[in-house]
Structure formats: structure tokens, C-alpha cells
């Protein structure tokens, strides 16, 4: 008894000290015994196929119930360790057997086993993580597809997005072609920083525009001043749905009739609005007032960003924190911008299509690079010209939509702000806001006048059907962003088709002329006989060019007729030039001629001659009676 269970133990001993063996031998071992730490081993080590299910069920066995260790014929160069389960029950012949040579292999198998195990269970780890990022990435990507993407066209992006890799220049016209046959879902993120590159190429950046070089990583160990604010707005973010305008000019008169104690009863009753609700407030032009008229823009806290998006819709989920990281990385990076509530959906809409480091560079693209920082800024300078530029883009190309909103009061800064402050991604549906990234990243910032002007002219019967002041807002913040597929499809296409560029850089000139004019204006006299001093000055002025015209009109008529004589003595010139070369040559042939002529004659003849010839000088008058007689 003693030495069975002395053998026992030394089995037990060797099989705790070794996690990776088989029983292995030269002949076929009889199955034995084995305790329920020999039963996971084996089934670690064997080669069997199993399913997790099927080893489930293998652990509800009796005990005592015979389990094979293998299905093929193990050998003993293998495994030994199987001699040591399985040999003779007598301590003393399995002390012979053990040799000094056979323990270096047992336990070298070991612990080679024992590093494969370890191996598999990164590699188990890894495949878990990738699931759990592909699963990640399902739950990003969960929004209807504006347009079907054709296989041609995956084809042609995965070309391009080799370039990218290589850093290649491609064709800017061949990209928008292909950007507007459609872009895929799964590899949006990447053709967005294949877009970024094809920029970055084309356009240097001066280097006073340039964010500061810091990394991500680095941002994120330090603290903000707007951290609070960030994680306030991420438990009550910013719902620009339901934002409230009222807009009172300088002088205190109130353009649409809310005043400010009525405008904050309304907040607080109908949108449970705290006092010290976040706002932002900018000046514009009143055409309508003839004044500089002061917009402020409430933003009610009624729900998170994209509040129904799954990757969002956690509270201090995966997503929230991402977004959390991402807005307070770039609050620290612009120190003048810092944290404004628009941006959390633009940095929302990268983040469902890259990782955080990915958005964090496209962020940094779009506000630096592409300029759309400048309507974040205190001032909101930017937005005012933009404002200003959507009106005239209105005013020139859907002049009774204009007026139909002019009549009812209704600014672009009512509708059209939270358009520009998200780039459409607070109202509009995911997959219209993805097309409008795509358009974005490769035309700029006129995309966002684009799409406001075909969204507004594709509803332009609608909204004339609107009859007044509440009946238009509900229709722009409720009616227009609901539409359907092929509606967004037609607004896409059409956006792709035009040019607005002049008529931006035009009307962008004009709001500065009219904004110095206001300047100069307020510094001057409004006395009616300044104004009547400036007529007179302008007309005189008027006169006086007129004058100027006329008499430049007659100095170009005198050039002109300079120019034709010279041109005709110019002519009569090269005329008596070519016929003195003709006479010097008859001349010279005459020369010649007498030359002979006095070679052959007598000298007294020739004589006779010069003095005829002396005396023909002397009288030309007698020279030419002489020819006269026949």
C-alpha cells in the first residue's frame, strides 16, 4: 500500500509540474484512471475535435468514467511522459526507467507545450479584441446609405486608396468622379484621409496657420479649463433641433416681436431651458431695419449627440468617452476656439468612421486646413459673412423665396446656423450628413452654401406654401430634414453640379465694402445737408467723369488719326528709299558707260566732249532748248 501510494504521488508530482503532456509510447497503452486535472490536461493536448459544447458535456461524466487519451498510436519519442502515468505500479522499475535524459525531454516538452499555450491564448485574446472591434464597427456604421455603391466603384477606390499609401498625386477629376458615383461605407474613414492627403499635396499651409505639434497622446494626459463643460454637454449635450432664436437690433427694437423677458418665460416653459443656458450671440445686417441687429442663438440641453445612435446613446460608453477624449484633446490644441458645443458633431460623424487618433488628424484637417475654425472663434466673424453670403446666393438665384422669407421675417441665422456650426449633422439623417463629409473633404467649405441652397430650392413650393412666421420654422426644422432617399440622392447629385465659388468670393468682398461703409457711416454726420453735400459731390464727381470720358474719347480719336498718317509716310518713305537705290544704280551704269566711251574716242574728241559737257552745266536752260529742236 505504501508504495502504491507512494507511486500515486510521484505521479500527481510530475503531472502538477508538467501542464503539456501525452501519455506517449512505442506500443498502445490500456487507458487508466485519471483524476479531473489529467482530464483538462488531456483534452488541452489532445488532438481531438471537439466543440466547447462537446467538452461541456464530457465534464459531467462520472469520475471514475475512462476517458481515451488519444485517437492515434503515441510513441515513445513523443511523449514519455505516458510510460510515467501509465507504467507498472511498482516505485522500484519506474525508478529504472526514468533516466536523466528522459527528464531533460519531459521537461522540455513541457515547458515548449506550456509557451504554445501561452501563445494561443494571445492569439485568443487578439481575435476577441478583433471581434469585439468588428462588433465596434457594426455598431458605428449602423445608418441607411444614401446611394447604392456598385462593385466597379469598390474596385476603383481600393486603386486610389494605394496612393494614398504611396503618397501619389491622382487626377482631381478623376476623384470627383468617382466621389460622385458613391462612396463605400466600410472604407469611408479611409477615402476621407486619402482625400485629406490629396489636399495636403495640392496646398501648403502657411506656417502661422499651422496647429501647434503636439501629439494626441499628449493632449489627452493634460487638463482643460472646459473639461467640465465637456462632460456636462456629454451627460446634456447640445440638441440644435430645438434651438430658439430671437433677434433684437441696436437700438432695442425687437425685429420679431419676443421680446426678452418673453423669450426666456419660453425657454423655460417650453424647452425646460436653466437660466445660464450656453448661447451664442452675433451682430448682423438688418436689411429690412437698415442696422447692425444682434443674434443670439440658445442651445437647449435636451439629449446627448446623436442621442439614438447606439454608439452614442450609452451614457459614458465606449462612444461618450471617445467623444469626450477627442473634444478635449482639441480644446487644448486651439487655444482660441477651445471647446464649442457645434464641433461635438463634427468630431461625432468622424468618430463613427475611424479610430481616435484618425479623427483627431481629420478634426485638425477640416478646422485648420480646410478653414471651417474660423466660425467657431468668439467673434463668430466668419458665420456672420456666411450668413450674409447664403442671403445674396437667395436674393439672386430664388428672388421670390427670398422675399417670401423677408416678408415673414425669417433670416438664414435662424435656419441655417446650426446648418453651418454642425455641417448639417444635428437635424439631417447619417447617411445624407456621410455624402455631405465625402463633398466636404473634397471641395471645402463652399459645399456647406451648396447644400443649404439645393435643400431650400428643392422645397421652395412648400415653404411658399407657408403662410407664416411659425408655420415656415416648423417646416425647416421638423419637414425639410425628413426626406427620403431618393430626395437626398437628387440634392446630392445636384450639389455635385454646381459652381459657386465666384459668386462666394464676390459676395464675401461685398459684406467687408458694406461693413466699412457701416463704419465710416456712424463716424459721420446724419444731417440731411451732409447727405445733400455728399449728392452734390457725387454728382459733380458723375459730371466731371463724363467729361473726362468724352475727352478721352477724342485723344483716342487724334492717336488713331496720327497713327494712319505716320503709317502712310511711313510707306511713302520705304517708297523713296527703294527708288534712290534705283538711281544710284542707273547712275552707276552711266559711269561705267562713259568710261568706255572715253577709252574708245580721240583725244580731241574727247576734248571737244568736256567742254560740251562744261558748257551744258553752265546753262541748263540752253541744254534743254537744244533738246526741244528736232
Known amino acids: 500500500m505504501s508504495r502504491n501510494s507512494d507511486g500515486e504521488g510521484r505521479k500527481r508530482t510530475s503531472s502538477t509540474c508538467s501542464n503539456e503532456s501525452l501519455n506517449v509510447g512505442r506500443t498502445p497503452v490500456t487507458p487508466r484512471r485519471i483524476s479531473w486535472r489529467q482530464r483538462i490536461f488531456l483534452r488541452v493536448a489532445s488532438p481531438m475535435n471537439k466543440s466547447p459544447s462537446a467538452m461541456q458535456e464530457k465534464e459531467g461524466l462520472d469520475r471514475n468514467e475512462l476517458l481515451p487519451l488519444s485517437p492515434l498510436t503515441p510513441t515513445m519519442d513523443e511523449e514519455p511522459l505516458v510510460i510515467f502515468l501509465s507504467g507498472d505500479d511498482d516505485p522500484e522499475k519506474v525508478e529504472e526507467k526514468r533516466k536523466s535524459k528522459e527528464l531533460k525531454s519531459l521537461w522540455k516538452k513541457a515547458i515548449h507545450q506550456q509557451i504554445l499555450l501561452l501563445r494561443m491564448e494571445k492569439e485568443n485574446q487578439k481575435?476577441?479584441?478583433?471581434?469585439?472591434?468588428?462588433?465596434?464597427?457594426?455598431?458605428?456604421?449602423?445608418?441607411?446609405?444614401?446611394?447604392?455603391?456598385?462593385?466597379?466603384?469598390?474596385?476603383?477606390?481600393?486603386?486610389?486608396?494605394?496612393?494614398?499609401?504611396?503618397?501619389?498625386?491622382?487626377?482631381?477629376?478623376?476623384?470627383?468622379?468617382?466621389?460622385?458615383?458613391?462612396?463605400?461605407?466600410?472604407?469611408?474613414?479611409?477615402?476621407?484621409?486619402?482625400?485629406?492627403?490629396?489636399?495636403?499635396?495640392?496646398?501648403?499651409?502657411?506656417?502661422?496657420?499651422?496647429?501647434?505639434?503636439?501629439?494626441?497622446?499628449?493632449?489627452?494626459?493634460?487638463?482643460?479649463?472646459?473639461?467640465?463643460?465637456?462632460?456636462?454637454?456629454?451627460?446634456?449635450?447640445?440638441?440644435?433641433?430645438?434651438?430658439?432664436?430671437?433677434?433684437?437690433?441696436?437700438?432695442?427694437?425687437?425685429?420679431?416681436?419676443?421680446?426678452?423677458?418673453?423669450?426666456?418665460?419660453?425657454?423655460?416653459?417650453?424647452?425646460?431651458?436653466?437660466?445660464?443656458?450656453?448661447?451664442?450671440?452675433?451682430?448682423?445686417?438688418?436689411?429690412?431695419?437698415?442696422?447692425?441687429?444682434?443674434?443670439?442663438?440658445?442651445?437647449?440641453?435636451?439629449?446627448?449627440?446623436?442621442?439614438?445612435?447606439?454608439?452614442?446613446?450609452?451614457?459614458?460608453?465606449?462612444?461618450?468617452?471617445?467623444?469626450?477624449?477627442?473634444?478635449?484633446?482639441?480644446?487644448?490644441?486651439?487655444?482660441?476656439?477651445?471647446?464649442?458645443?457645434?464641433i461635438s458633431f463634427v468630431a461625432g460623424v468622424l468618430l463613427l468612421h475611424m479610430s481616435e487618433d484618425q479623427a483627431f488628424e481629420m478634426l485638425k484637417f477640416l478646422m485648420y486646413d480646410l478653414g471651417f475654425r474660423k466660425q467657431y472663434r468668439p467673434d463668430m466673424m466668419s458665420l456672420q459673412i456666411q450668413m450674409y453670403q447664403l442671403s445674396r446666393l437667395l436674393h439672386d438665384y430664388h428672388r421670390d423665396l427670398y422675399n417670401h422669407l423677408e416678408e415673414n421675417e425669417i433670416s438664414p441665422s435662424l435656419y441655417a446656423a446650426p446648418w453651418f456650426l454642425t455641417l448639417f449633422a444635428s437635424q439631417f439623417p447619417l447617411g445624407f450628413v456621410a455624402r455631405v463629409f465625402d463633398m466636404i473633404f473634397l471641395q471645402g467649405t463652399e459645399v456647406i452654401f451648396k447644400v443649404a441652397l439645393s435643400l431650400l430650392s428643392s422645397q421652395e413650393t412648400l415653404i411658399m406654401e407657408c403662410e407664416n412666421f411659425e408655420t415656415i420654422v416648423e417646416f425647416l426644422k421638423n419637414t425639410l430634414p425628413d426626406m427620403n432617399t431618393s430626395e437626398m440622392e437628387k440634392i446630392i447629385t445636384q450639389v455635385f453640379e454646381m459652381d459657386i465659388s465666384k459668386q462666394l468670393h464676390a459676395y464675401e468682398v461685398e459684406y467687408h465694402v458694406l461693413q466699412d461703409e457701416l463704419q465710416e457711416s456712424s463716424y459721420a454726420c446724419e444731417d440731411s445737408e451732409s447727405v445733400e453735400r455728399l449728392e452734390r459731390a457725387n454728382s459733380q464727381?458723375?459730371?466731371?467723369?463724363?467729361?473726362?470720358?468724352?475727352?478721352?474719347?477724342?485723344?483716342?480719336?487724334?492717336?488713331?488719326?496720327?497713327?494712319?498718317?505716320?503709317?502712310?509716310?511711313?510707306?511713302?518713305?520705304?517708297?523713296?528709299?527703294?527708288?534712290?537705290?534705283?538711281?544710284?544704280?542707273?547712275?552707276?551704269?552711266?559711269?561705267?558707260?562713259?568710261?568706255?566711251?572715253?577709252?574708245?574716242?580721240?583725244?580731241?574728241?574727247?576734248?571737244?566732249?568736256?567742254?560740251?559737257?562744261?558748257?551744258?552745266?553752265?546753262?541748263?536752260?540752253?541744254?534743254?532748248?537744244?533738246?526741244?529742236?528736232?
Open 541 to 630: 464727381l458723375k459730371r466731371q467723369n463724363m467729361d473726362l470720358l468724352e475727352k478721352l474719347q477724342v485723344a483716342h480719336a487724334k492717336i488713331q488719326a496720327l497713327e494712319s498718317n505716320l503709317e502712310n509716310l511711313l510707306t511713302r518713305e520705304t517708297k523713296m528709299k527703294t527708288l534712290i537705290r534705283t538711281l544710284e544704280q542707273d547712275k552707276m551704269a552711266y559711269q561705267k558707260t562713259v568710261e568706255q566711251i572715253r577709252k574708245l574716242l580721240p583725244a580731241d574728241a574727247l576734248s571737244n566732249c568736256e567742254s560740251l559737257l562744261r558748257d551744258l552745266n553752265c546753262n541748263p536752260n540752253n541744254k534743254a532748248k537744244a533738246g526741244n529742236k528736232p
Open 127 to 342: 481575435l476577441e479584441a478583433r471581434r469585439d472591434e468588428l462588433q465596434s464597427r457594426k455598431i458605428k456604421l449602423d445608418y441607411e446609405e444614401v446611394g447604392v455603391c456598385q462593385k466597379e466603384v469598390l474596385i476603383t477606390w481600393d486603386k486610389k486608396l494605394l496612393n494614398c499609401r504611396a503618397k501619389i498625386r491622382c487626377d482631381m477629376e478623376d476623384i470627383h468622379t468617382s466621389l460622385k458615383e458613391g462612396v463605400p461605407k466600410s472604407r469611408r474613414g479611409e477615402i476621407w484621409q486619402f482625400l485629406a492627403l490629396q489636399y495636403r499635396l495640392r496646398h501648403r499651409l502657411p506656417n502661422k496657420h499651422q496647429p501647434p505639434d503636439m501629439s494626441y497622446k499628449e493632449l489627452l494626459k493634460q487638463l482643460t479649463a472646459q473639461q467640465h463643460a465637456i462632460l456636462v454637454d456629454l451627460e446634456t449635450c447640445v440638441d440644435l433641433h430645438k434651438m430658439f432664436l430671437y433677434h433684437t437690433c441696436g437700438d432695442g427694437m425687437v425685429i420679431w416681436q419676443v421680446g426678452l423677458e418673453r423669450a426666456r418665460e419660453r425657454l423655460l416653459n417650453e424647452y425646460s431651458i436653466y437660466p445660464g443656458v450656453h448661447c451664442i450671440a452675433f451682430s448682423c445686417w438688418s436689411p429690412k431695419y437698415r442696422s447692425i441687429s444682434k443674434v443670439i442663438v440658445f442651445f437647449p440641453s435636451a439629449g446627448r449627440t446623436f442621442p439614438t445612435h447606439p454608439y452614442f446613446s450609452v451614457q459614458l460608453g465606449a462612444g461618450q468617452l471617445s467623444l469626450f477624449n477627442l473634444l478635449k484633446a482639441y480644446s487644448l490644441l486651439d487655444k482660441e476656439v477651445g471647446y464649442c458645443q457645434g
